[in-house]
């Protein structure tokens, strides 16, 4: 590999097997990344960001197989220790800060292009050659749809079965506009709200349908602060009156969530003519409070790509200290309102995900388990709501919104960091 590989590849993980069978679902991602690199000649490196390690388990280098022989990727783990994570809010119920993990190796990726992604995905060919193509630009983020698969996905069989396999056994397509199942998925989950057709989306919505509100989950949000004078001056206040609602002003302000500073361009005379007026003097239809483009959000996680030199001028993931659910979609717009265009890459170009028993899938949605959960553990997050009010809040300034500092990404940490090779940690 040279110094400067065309492809960076960044996940996070720790050995706590998360979400069921998690070090199979990790060994299926790392042979397949390998496998495709040597395939397509792809000067890459993988940088697995080993968040808060368990004591009384062994490291992900000790337990997995790095199969890295002719392979042009160079695997790189960067450990994030306990005593860093222990520092963070609500770190006694978040084993690991995804966002904030992520952020870790792509502050510290040596690639053109960094990928940000996760443990449980499979490449397509077509994917891949046209990576391997170099035809990728600066200026563009690159996404594409998500194709969720039956778990079964054979461990030892060659990349080319496993692909034949995901292809063949696809619960779900997660695309722009929603998500189709199959009809085997419909089968599977009778509780549905509704019938579906297949090849029909979930429901047909402004925004992706992920952002649906929840009935009976009592999600618990970024809690409501005396916070006004801490953050912002009174003068940045009555600025951002000038751009939204009062109530939704308030709401935004007194979540402690902005916790660095509207972009240094945005002056009073910076803001355009507000599109509504606050909404007790409104008699239009709420919804279109929530004019703004729509992006490829959905399963957005598992597939951002873009240049090293565009996430460094979006200062990465929100840093919130919060449950990862929505950060990944903030981060998109942001993208988008600091000028980087979005590229949605067609089908054959496809990764498949493999199916596992946590995480947010539509089904537990339906049956509100995540929210339970994070409500039980009483963890955070960023609502629809909340969601909503922040990209509302850039299209009317129609300027990004950059929350983190200059230190995003630990970067004033050394961070202890292992290089892989041929089943050996150099």
């Known amino acids: ?22 070090l199979r679902r990790m060994q299926i991602f790392i042979n397949g990344l390998l496998e495709q690199c040597r395939r397509h000649q792809l000067d890459a490196e993988l940088i697995l960001v080993e968040w808060n390690p368990p004591s009384d388990n062994p490291s992900l280098a000790e337990v ?7 392979s042009p990727c160079v695997v790189r783990i960067i450990q994030v220790p306990p005593k860093l994570h222990d520092q963070l809010n609500h770190s006694a119920s978040l084993p690991l800060f995804q966002m904030i993990a992520k952020n870790v190796g792509i502050r510290r990726a040596r690639g053109q292009f960094v990928l940000a992604t996760n443990i449980d995905l499979l490449f397509s060919d077509e994917l891949f050659s046209f990576i391997a193509s170099r035809q990728l630009q600066t200026g563009a983020v690159y996404r594409l749809d998500r194709y969720d698969a039956e778990s079964d996905v054979p461990l030892n069989a060659p990349l080319s079965e ?28 009778e509780e549905a709200s509704s019938p579906i057709e297949p090849d029909k989306p979930l429901a047909e919505a402004p925004q992706s349908t992920r952002y649906r509100l929840l009935e009976n989950a009592k999600p ?4 409501l602060r005396k916070v006004y004078q801490r953050l912002f001056p009174k003068t940045v206040r009555d600025i951002i009156l000038k751009i939204v609602p009062v109530d939704i002003a308030d709401w935004l302000i007194s979540q402690n969530l902005l916790t660095a500073q509207i972009p240094p361009a945005l002056l009073e005379s910076d803001i355009e003519t507000p599109l509504h007026e606050p909404l007790h003097e409104q008699e239009e239809d709420l919804s279109a409070l929530w004019r703004y483009p729509q992006l490829h959000t959905n399963a957005c996680g598992d597939f951002t790509l873009m240049s090293k030199e ?77 969601f909503d009010a922040l990209v509302t809040l850039m299209q009317q300034t129609k300027k990004p919104l950059i929350v983190n500092n200059e230190e995003w990404g630990l970067n004033s940490n050394v961070l202890p960091e292992k290089s892989l090779s041929s089943n050996r940690v150099v």
């Open 64 to 70: 997995l197989s790095w199969q890295t022989e002719g």
């Open 162 to 189: 496993q692909l034949d396999y995901c292809a063949q056994n696809i619960l779900r397509i997660c695309h722009k506009n929603g998500f189709t199942e199959t009809q085997y998925e419909k089968t599977q989950h």
């Open 310 to 386: 565009d996430w460094f001028a979006v200062r990465g993931y929100p840093e919130w200290e919060i449950f990862s659910f929505h950060l990944d979609s903030v981060l998109l717009y942001i993208a988008h309102y600091a000028g980087i265009k979005e590229i949605i890459l067609d089908d054959p170009m496809r990764m498949y995900h493999i199916e596992h028993t946590s995480g947010w899938t539509p089904e537990t949605e339906r049956t509100q388990i995540l929210n339970k959960r994070l409500a039980l553990l009483k963890v955070p997050q960023l609502s629809s709501e909340q």
């Open 1 to 22: 590999m040279t110094a400067t590989p065309y492809l960076s590849v960044v996940a996070t993980s720790r050995n706590d097997n998360h979400g069921g069978n998690m």
């Open 220 to 223: 618990v949000l970024v809690p």
